[in-house]
């Protein structure tokens, strides 16, 4: 049955970005669905411009609410949406006339998620269909959400309402959504992940993870850390040891390791414990070999080393 879906997009301060974002859902080859902007507190001109997008297209809602943050604005669209199935956009990006079809099409019988593909910072000809992926188990997502085999981002997603249920995201500025995908997928009995790539992710300057380091980033290793502490499995200890270093590699290219030296310590002890059951098991991916091995002469040379390298991949692309 063709039921409908729901498109939840926060949005904050998108005045530059939110047209080209409503206008890619405007054009979607599925016909059975709606769009709820959730308007947090948005001092500029963004809710005068989704009010004309509103009134044009009758499947376009917007709720308007207080600065609350982009957790808060997706959980009141979850609240106000009709649709059995919801997926989620963010106001920066855009997504390809068969980004609802395709994963409509994934979905099948017992299916409480899917799981598809983005590109970056790409805003045309990025769609490609392909039928390559895998149905997994509740249990294998989670594992391959840990392993970052599926993106931590409620982006190119589609899941169930009853597989959400009454989850909803925790009110962090950072890993939000992999708290809630985690969340999921432990109630979750199919989730299906396939290549195709339908949606562009268009990365924000000042977004936590491109910015300079603040000790908000610090939220991000608690809610990894949480869910180690309910997994307590390699997968999730390694989950940590590569969050940890993530910031740690924030904190040394914003060169502030000493105004922030507490949280330095902590996230170079956690790289430090952790190491060595990195090195000797079997599970553990290239990257964090790499990563554990060159700790061993300190975490400044080993993100001097990680980031040249990706320099280099970038430069030959």
């Not at 904050?12 to 959730?38: H, M, P, W």
């Not at 962090?172 to 562009?200: G, H, M, R």
């Not at 997968?235 to 924030?250: D, G, N, P, T």
């Amino acid at each position: 049955m063709n039921k409908l879906i729901s498109v939840i997009i926060p949005v904050y301060n998108s005045e530059k970005t939110i047209g080209r974002c409503a206008d890619s859902l405007s054009f979607q080859s599925d016909e059975n669905f709606e769009v709820i902007f959730v308007n947090d507190g948005s001092p500029d001109k963004s809710g005068e411009i989704l009010e004309k997008y509103c009134a044009k297209d009758k499947r376009f809602k917007l709720i308007t609410t207080k600065n609350f943050g982009a957790a808060a604005a997706r959980n009141t669209g979850i609240e106000k949406s009709s649709g059995e199935y919801i997926c989620f956009v963010d106001s920066d990006d855009i997504v390809s006339p068969n980004y609802l079809s395709k994963m409509r099409e994934l979905l099948g019988d017992g299916v409480d998620a899917v799981c598809t593909k983005y590109a970056r910072n790409k805003e045309d000809n990025f769609e490609s269909i392909k039928e390559t992926g895998e149905t997994l188990s509740g249990k294998d997502a989670v594992d391959a959400l840990l392993s970052m085999k599926i993106d931590n981002g409620p982006v190119a997603k589609l899941f169930t309402r009853k597989a959400i249920g009454d989850v909803r995201m925790p009110d962090t500025p950072v890993a939000e959504d992999l708290y809630f995908n985690y969340e999921v997928f432990t109630k979750a009995k199919k989730v299906v992940t396939n290549d195709s790539i339908l949606y562009s992710y268009i990365e924000a300057k000042d977004s936590l993870s491109t910015k300079k380091f603040s000790a908000e980033r610090m939220k991000s290793l608690e809610i990894v850390q949480k869910i180690d502490e309910r997994e307590h499995s390699f997968l999730s200890m390694a989950r940590v040891f590569m969050e940890a270093y993530f910031i740690c590699e924030q904190i040394v290219t914003s060169k502030v390791t000493e105004e922030y030296s507490e949280e330095y310590k902590k996230v170079c002890s956690i790289l430090e414990k952790n190491r060595k059951e990195i090195l000797n098991n079997s599970s553990a991916t290239m990257r964090q070999r790499l990563i554990a091995a060159s700790l061993k002469f300190g975490p400044k040379f080993t993100v001097r080393m990680t980031t040249a390298k990706g320099a280099i991949r970038r430069k030959m692309k």
